[in-house]
């Protein structure tokens, strides 16, 4: 894992972690548009599995929630509405997403939110020893532990990942 030692001025998501005791280590980025969680994990040396994307969609009904994902996976909407028991989800537009969360495509973090929301998050994510998530801010990771996850955020663990081909993961 290559870690840069140039510090990036606090974000909100940082001092939400703060705030919550949470330890973390910075780690950033040069970002790249449309580079996404594969440009990230290459730059920094780590498994694309362990970067984990922060997604802000909404329910049929456009109540916002935010889906932590594995960075090589994607979300089944289909399960996901069925697990939350709600018609269907879909992704926000981004100036939406932008508006609930506080923070840019591409630089969104699951802590720091600008609107309390529902945050779930794919099961296994929970299962690593750590993982990389946005730190608010594109081109800045934080890696933390899983557990801090569901101590800081409440999150709830549910089964929607895809792999890229479109089967459900284990």
Same mark, same amino acid.
């Given at each position: 894992?290559?870690?840069?030692?140039?510090h990036?001025?606090?974000?909100?998501?940082t =001092?939400?972690?703060? !705030? +919550?005791g949470?330890?973390? %280590?910075?780690?950033?980025?040069d970002?790249?548009?449309?580079? $996404?969680?594969?440009e990230?994990?290459? =730059?920094?040396?780590?498994p694309?599995? =362990?970067?984990?994307?922060?997604?802000?969609?909404q329910?049929? !009904?456009? !109540?916002?929630?935010?889906?932590?994902?594995?960075?090589? !996976?994607?979300?089944?909407?289909?399960?996901?509405a069925?697990?939350i028991?709600?018609?269907?989800?879909?992704?926000?537009k981004?100036?939406? +997403? =932008?508006?609930?969360? $506080?923070?840019?495509?591409?630089? %969104?973090?699951?802590?720091?939110?600008?609107?309390?929301?529902?945050?779930?998050?794919?099961? %296994?994510?929970?299962?690593?020893?750590?993982?990389?998530?946005n730190?608010?801010r594109?081109?800045?990771?934080?890696?933390?532990?899983?557990?801090?996850?569901q101590?800081?955020?409440?999150? %709830?663990?549910?089964h929607?990942a895809?792999?890229?081909?479109?089967?459900?993961?284990?």
């Amino acid at each position: 894992m290559v870690t840069k030692s140039k510090h990036v001025s606090e974000t909100p998501a940082t =001092q939400a972690l703060k !705030r +919550a005791g949470v330890s973390y %280590t910075e780690h950033p980025y040069d970002y790249v548009d449309h580079g $996404g969680t594969a440009e990230s994990a290459h =730059q920094l040396g780590v498994p694309e599995h =362990q970067v984990v994307k922060t997604l802000v969609m909404q329910d049929d !009904r456009a !109540r916002p929630l935010v889906v932590l994902m594995h960075g090589d !996976r994607h979300v089944s909407t289909k399960n996901l509405a069925r697990e939350i028991g709600v018609k269907s989800v879909e992704p926000c537009k981004p100036e939406v +997403a =932008q508006r609930h969360s $506080g923070y840019m495509v591409g630089g %969104t973090s699951p802590f720091g939110l600008k609107k309390e929301m529902p945050v779930y998050v794919e099961h %296994t994510v929970l299962e690593l020893p750590r993982i990389f998530i946005n730190g608010g801010r594109r081109g800045f990771l934080v890696c933390i532990e899983p557990t801090a996850l569901q101590a800081s955020l409440g999150v %709830t663990p549910v089964h929607c990942a895809l792999t890229p081909g479109g089967q459900g993961a284990a």
